[in-house]
């Protein structure tokens, strides 16, 4: 009797941690999407965006309250990236932006913003960004409410001049010309 009362007790005690293990599990599961909530309602309200479904694209793309302030300056990443590497000349202007936009050196954007200039961001992002700048520019958003497509635009001719020419000739390059065409079109064919 005594072994079966064994078996019975460790039996217990096998149910009972489960369930304890179950239970913690679930309290993280809640706690991540209490979190993920969170997450979702700051970065709307820094992007000025409802919408769930470019929500969840600005997600997608690796953006985060901490981190949307750069989306702005995406359009002006791929203008210094437009052929094929960041002079320092090009690093300097985008840093100097992005401290008169509020990026603080060493912050979460910051950091994102170095590795960008270090190595360049998946094509994705800067494909999808246009449009996410172009909503948030229509919202109104905190983030961007000092800002237009004129001025994005001003800048990538900025960064594209920067390093380009000899004595002011030819200073912006045919690609970078195109590119500038591009994003222009891109952030200017939404405006309202």
């Not at 941690?17 to 706690?31: A, G, H, Q, T």
């Not at 992007?47 to 989306?71: N, V």
Request: hydrophobic share 40%; proline share 3%; charged share 35%.
């Amino acid at each position: 009797m005594a072994e079966n009362d064994i078996f019975r007790e460790r039996g217990r005690s096998l149910e009972e941690e489960y369930f304890r293990k179950r239970d913690r599990e679930l309290i993280e599961k809640m706690r991540l999407a209490a979190e993920a909530e969170r997450n979702r309602e700051e970065l709307a309200k820094k992007s000025g965006l409802s919408d769930p479904a470019l929500l969840e694209e600005l997600r997608q793309l690796g953006f985060t309250p901490e981190t949307i302030t750069l989306l702005p300056l995406v359009p002006v990443l791929r203008m210094a990236w437009a052929e094929g590497g960041i002079t320092s000349a090009e690093r300097d202007l985008i840093v100097r932006l992005a401290r008169s936009r509020g990026i603080v050196e060493g912050s979460e954007a910051d950091r994102q913003l170095s590795a960008w200039m270090t190595r360049q961001p998946d094509e994705s992002v800067f494909a999808r960004a246009g449009r996410l700048i172009r909503a948030m520019l229509d919202a109104r958003a905190p983030e961007t409410s000092d800002l237009s497509a004129d001025h994005l635009v001003e800048y990538c001719e900025q960064i594209a001049s920067a390093s380009g020419g000899i004595f002011g000739i030819g200073r912006i390059s045919a690609e970078e010309k195109k590119l500038l065409a591009s994003i222009a079109d891109d952030l200017r064919s939404r405006q309202s």
